[in-house]
């Protein structure tokens, strides 16, 4: 069998080790921190950072494929790696998706529709933003947010040095506020083939900025859910792109709006794991690993919903609840904000 390099330790790349582990894989975690929850199912495990050389040149000669299950991996790195093994998905989809206003950028430039977008250098220029996109608005890091962290709101134009001033000096855009009536989100996956696979498009719910539930069948009439797919398949198309990939979505009266989109599985895919006979973590190994994609039909009508910190208290009850499938990291500290595990409720 083949061997399979995940860059990332955390519950992403565990359940990637499982699903590799699944098909046959060999697998091999490369990840800075101590104890990763996918070093328990992993069969190796590299702890070393991003700038060890020697490290990264052992790891990459150990396998045939490199995959992540992140999008921040240092440029030195990567070209590293990939002097040495394949890594899909590729460098393409990375450069875009590091960085809000390359990806928007390119987003727009494909002919989709995003938030009205700006970029933010000081505030001379995020006052002509706000003249020019008006207010509610919201300003972003340009790099590393996630969970909704590091953007500000801004009600209005009195809002901007505040705003501004919570970005800590980083590059920043600011995004009109787009007025929607729900999120969803596409789950795609492209083969080495070009092949293109979507999964159902899931309605997802936040709270406090971290994904809270995810909800399939999504609330979308036939040709918005036809619109979400194709819109997917052309952005994957677009990169030549080699794996699974999430596609953030607002839903508005005008029209699907793409918010943002993540080259690597996705929470609002977790679903999948008991919503089709194959998810989109054995989908993802099966398309770096240059196997045909598997069958992504949906089978039932699934609530996925996230168990954050203190939530695992909820675990010994759940455990008992029939049609609930639970799925745990394996993280020794429970921490608030942290997500500890998930689980998928079931209804046909
Ligand atoms: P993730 O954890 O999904 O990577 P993130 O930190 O990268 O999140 P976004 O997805 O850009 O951040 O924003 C988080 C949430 O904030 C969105 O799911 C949406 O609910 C809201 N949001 C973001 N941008 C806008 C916008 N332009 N208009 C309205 N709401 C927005
Ligand atoms: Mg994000
Ligand atoms: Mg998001």
């Keep these: 069998g083949a061997r399979i390099g995940i860059l990332g330790g955390g519950q992403l790349g565990r359940m990637l080790s499982v699903a590799a582990a699944r098909l ?26 991003y700038d060890d050389a020697a490290a990264l040149k052992a790891f990459a000669e150990s396998v045939d494929v490199i995959t992540y299950e992140f999008e921040n991996i240092p440029t030195e790195a990567l070209d590293l790696l990939e ?19 390359t990806e928007k950028t390119f987003l727009a430039g494909l002919g989709l529709k995003t938030a009205p977008f700006a970029d933010i250098t000081d505030l001379d220029s995020l006052k002509a933003a706000i003249d020019k996109i008006g207010t509610p608005a919201i300003l972003k890091t340009r790099r590393f947010g996630y969970d909704g962290k590091g953007q500000a709101r801004l009600r209005g134009p009195e809002d901007a040095e505040a705003a501004l001033a919570d970005m800590a000096g980083a590059p920043a855009i600011l995004e009109g506020y787009v007025n929607f009536s729900h999120e969803v989100s596409v789950i ?4 080495i083939d070009g092949q293109v696979a979507c999964f159902d498009p899931g309605e997802n719910v936040h709270r406090d900025g971290i994904l809270h539930t995810t909800t399939v069948p999504a609330r979308l009439a036939p040709a918005q859910r036809t619109d979400a797919v194709l819109l997917a398949a052309n952005i994957l198309n677009a990169l030549d792109y080699v794996g699974v990939m999430g596609v953030e979505l607002f839903v508005t009266p005008q029209g699907l709006i793409v918010n943002e989109v993540a080259p690597r599985v996705h929470n609002s895919g977790h679903w999948t794991q008991n919503g089709c006979a194959v998810d989109q973590f054995e989908q993802h190994i099966r398309a770096v690993a240059g196997w045909p994609l598997g069958d992504g039909q949906r089978h039932s009508n699934v609530v996925m919903e996230n168990l954050i910190g203190d939530d695992m208290d909820r675990v010994p009850e759940l455990a008992r609840e029939r049609d609930v499938a639970l799925h745990l990291y394996g993280k020794a500290e429970v ?3 942290r997500k500890m595990a998930h689980f998928n409720r079931i209804s046909r």
């Design 188 to 191: 795609a996956a492209r083969g």
């Design 24 to 49: 046959g894989f060999v697998t091999h975690i490369y990840e800075p921190g101590a104890n990763p929850p996918a070093g328990q199912v992993a069969d190796r495990v590299t702890t070393a950072a």
């Design 83 to 101: 002097s040495h093994c394949p890594i899909h998905p590729g460098r393409e989809a990375l450069r875009i998706s590091q960085d809000r206003l």
């Design 335 to 337: 921490k608030s904000g």
